[in-house]
């Protein structure tokens, strides 16, 4: 009977222990319900005993939770037609006013950052949304942060995810970048040209004053031509060489004219007309047939 009487009170404690005593986990905080209300005292992670019966406990997170945030569609400050999603990292920096100040604080903060993305979207212009994100990251931070503090929240940053065009504006942006690109590339062959035409009058000057470096420029165009052994090459002859040859030639030297040969009795004698005759003008006159016996 008495060991009846003692393992019923030795089971009744054990079962008193286990109600009082609660484990909470290093990410974790507890909050202690009496009777309804709220104790003010946090318990830290460890063994935490409640009172039976009267003490209830509730656990929150302290972890970085990531929210994602579903893609919104949006018209920009510019008139163009833009789907948006987000992500958000925040963490339970008051668990008491996390669990007593908002119901469900993980919905809480979906909602506010849905919102607070439409919102950003409608105030920036296209151009910011691609490529000045880290102010617009900014921005859409303040937004949520501020009725998320409210809550024992806070938020620790917010990124823009994704920012998905219309099929027309995406082909309008190609024929942008590729205009850009042309422009930015005649740019650049403009100034090479101008570059190269600057060093080619210096080169030019300097054949100028020395003939024979143009001779060896023209050889070495010959070597570099001839390298590849695929086609015809035409080699000219130096204007320079004939020039020093005809400097280089006695006119004394030179040869004297050849005397006119005389003229043969075949070669045909030249007549002149008068009063309706012919009669040769200078010569033997039997060579010219007589014109009164026809």
């Given amino acids: ?27 974790e905080r507890g909050l202690v319900f009496r ?37 919104q569609d949006g018209i920009t400050r510019d008139n163009v ?16 006013l996390a669990a007593v100040h908002v119901q469900d604080y993980r919905s809480a903060i979906g909602q506010v950052a849905q919102t607070s993305l439409r919102s950003i979207i409608g105030k920036s212009d296209l151009d910011d949304l691609l490529s000045n994100r880290e102010r617009l990251n900014e921005g859409l931070e303040l937004m949520i942060d501020s009725p998320a503090l409210d809550w024992g929240i806070h938020i620790d940053r917010v990124e823009i995810k994704d ?66 052994k695929n086609s015809t090459l035409v080699l000219p002859f130096p204007v320079e060489l004939l020039r020093f040859l005809d400097a280089r030639t006695d006119p004394a ?25 012919v009669a040769p003008l200078e010569g033997d006159a039997s060579e010219v047939p007589d014109q009164r016996s026809r």
Avoid at 81 to 93: E, H, M, N, Q, W
Avoid at 218 to 225: H, I, K, M, P
Avoid at 253 to 271: D, F, G, L, Y
């Fill in 1 to 27: 009977m008495i060991v009846e009487i003692v393992s019923a009170v030795v089971v009744a404690g054990g079962v008193w222990l286990g109600s009082a005593v609660r484990v909470v986990k290093q990410y």
């Fill in 35 to 71: 009777f309804g209300r709220v104790r003010p005292q946090v318990r830290d992670p460890g063994l935490a005993l409640l009172v039976p019966i009267a003490d209830r406990m509730q656990k929150v997170n302290m972890q970085v939770v990531t929210l994602p945030v579903p893609a």
């Fill in 81 to 96: 037609t833009v789907r948006v999603d987000a992500v958000v990292y925040f963490k339970v920096i008051d668990p008491v």
């Fill in 163 to 228: 920012v998905a065009l219309p099929e027309s504006m995406k082909r309008s942006m190609s024929r942008q970048a590729e205009a850009e690109r042309e422009r930015r590339a005649r740019v650049i062959s403009a100034d090479g040209e101008l570059q190269a035409s600057h060093k080619l009058a210096q080169a030019a000057a300097t054949m100028a004053d020395t003939p024979a470096a143009l001779q060896l420029r023209l050889l070495e165009t010959v070597v570099q031509v001839s390298a590849e």
């Fill in 253 to 277: 030297v030179q040869p004297a004219a050849k005397p006119p040969e005389p003229r043969t009795s075949a070669e045909p004698v030249p007549e002149k007309v008068s009063n309706g005759q």
